[in-house]
């Protein structure tokens, strides 16, 4: 590594962050208090630092962001809240524990969409039970998606504000369907980057983060 053009030597060098530009093993690097950013996850990546059955979508992350010492509770980044192995889309990452906490917090409502493809197709009493609320097996309180509005025969857009374990998945299955593929397109009102392919993650920008509960 290397800081204001300086090989760094000893790991417990302090320098003012104005204008601190250093490099990774020849990468440029700005410096960020707090890292925030989005990932397109592809399929077959698990949100875990210990994956157990598939490589973790860390693994997509250059090694700085993952190991990164910050003053924040938590070390490198962190999925704030997890995609199932199969599911594609956004997900944000962060080492800022306040922001992992309030973006996961059932309180605060951020809202989530996903472009569900089912197995069978989705009728308008499937989409008024989505809506009513439906009783997952673990939970005798029925969960509700805020928004649910059909694209196609066998594709729904679904908006839920919770992030209940394959909470999806569950909800289609108690209406006696099946999801054949999960993406997540938008958080609040921020959408998926177009321009990121699959794999590949980038910064947000302070407009994001806005647009995030915006
Ligand atoms: N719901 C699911 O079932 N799976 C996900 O990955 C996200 C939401």
């Given at each position: ?7 760094a ?14 490099s990774?093993?020849g ?13 397109n ?8 630092q ?7 979508v ?23 809240g997890?995609?199932?192995q ?7 990452l ?32 499937a989409?008024?039970a989505?809506?009513?609320?439906v009783?997952?097996n ?11 509005e ?18 999806v ?13 999960l993406?997540?397109?938008q ?14 993650w ?6 994001d983060?806005?647009?995030?509960n915006?």
């Amino acid at each position: 590594m290397s800081i204001n053009g300086e090989i760094a030597r000893k790991a417990d060098a302090e320098f003012a962050t104005d204008d601190l530009k250093f490099s990774v093993d020849g990468a440029a690097w700005g410096f960020v208090e707090r890292a925030y950013l989005m990932l397109n996850k592809p399929a077959g990546y698990e949100c875990s630092q210990a994956p157990k059955h598939w490589p973790s979508v860390y693994s997509l992350l250059p090694t700085p962001l993952t190991t990164r010492p910050t003053k924040s509770s938590v070390n490198g980044v962190q999925a704030v809240g997890r995609l199932d192995q199969d599911t594609t889309g956004m997900l944000l990452l962060s080492d800022d524990g306040q922001f992992i906490h309030h973006m996961a917090s059932p309180k605060h409502h951020v809202p989530k969409m996903y472009v569900v493809t089912t197995k069978h197709a989705v009728d308008d009493a499937a989409i008024s039970a989505l809506l009513a609320g439906v009783v997952l097996n673990d939970d005798p309180e029925a969960v509700a998606a805020v928004a649910c509005e059909r694209v196609n025969e066998t594709q729904i857009h679904l908006t839920l504000t919770e992030g209940k374990y394959h909470q999806v998945k569950r909800m289609l299955a108690a209406v006696g369907n099946r999801v054949e593929a999960l993406h997540r397109s938008q958080i609040g009102g921020l959408k998926l980057d177009p321009d990121l392919a699959e794999g590949r993650w980038r910064w947000l920008t302070a407009d994001d983060l806005a647009k995030i509960n915006g």
